[in-house]
């Protein structure tokens, strides 16, 4: 999936047309934005044609799905997992700073004090 944007920097319908992508970056008409999503943006004017997306979110309480889809393909699609065991996390972590702050440290002395006399 290419994502675009058009001359202005609004975005355009993302593309799966591949080859007609490197044939546009060579032949300088689009140039790279981004490389992770891919996403090229276009140094001519074009119009500015865009279809309805509908966006599905299953919310669920470890993994949360998502989906973009407009009415010919799916344009994105995920899920996200939650972090679980928070609170157990969060008492370990206290119960190691209590202990660190706790601890009474031996320290050597620099000097000998006799010499100092």
Known sequence: MVYVLSQEGNPLMPTQRFGKVRRMLK???AKVV???PFTIQLTY???IYTQPITLGIDSGYEHIGFSALSEKEELIGGEVHLLKGMVERN???QMYRRQKRSRLRYRKPRFHISYWK
């Open 27 to 29: 032949e300088g008409l």
């Open 34 to 36: 981004k490389r992770k």
């Open 45 to 47: 004017a074009s119009p």
């Open 91 to 93: 008492k370990e972590r």
